[in-house]
């Protein structure tokens, strides 16, 4: 069993930055798909970031792309989601998750993930 814990979560102003934490336990990351999605009131969850096992490939939605970074700390079992230029339309609850898959890819579709942390609340004022 994997337990996913994510931090980093918090307000902030349009413009800043905030680094989100995901804390893996029950297995090392370099075994996982890791993803990172985003869900708003009444809205789906959606993929913003992911990465392959190794690390190798990474894939991010058109609304993040060249905002958020995905990145992995192999030694603290951990993965990251930078977020710079952070705009309103950001504001969410972020999950982390986790897919066991054996290949190297990356994980695009939420059902196919087979662990998922709590979340933590990202508001972005204006």
């Known amino acids: 069993q994997v337990q996913l814990v994510e931090s980093g979560g918090g307000l902030v102003q349009a413009g800043g930055s905030l680094r989100l934490s995901c804390a893996a336990s029950g297995r090392t990351i370099g075994d996982l798909a890791m993803g990172w999605f985003r869900q708003a009131p009444e809205t789906e969850r959606e993929l913003i970031a992911a990465?392959?096992?190794?690390?190798?490939?990474?894939r991010y939605a058109d609304s993040v792309k060249g905002r958020f970074t995905i990145s992995r700390d192999n030694a603290k079992n951990t993965v990251y989601l930078q977020m710079n230029s952070l705009k309103p339309e950001d504001t969410a609850v972020y999950y982390c998750?986790?897919?066991?898959?054996?290949?190297?890819?990356?994980?695009?579709?939420?059902?196919?993930?087979?662990?998922w942390g709590q979340g933590t609340q990202v508001t972005v004022s204006s």
């Open positions: 998750a986790a897919d066991r898959t054996p290949y190297e890819t990356v994980t695009m579709t939420s059902s196919r993930y087979d662990y």
């Open positions: 990465m392959s096992r190794s690390g190798g490939l990474t």
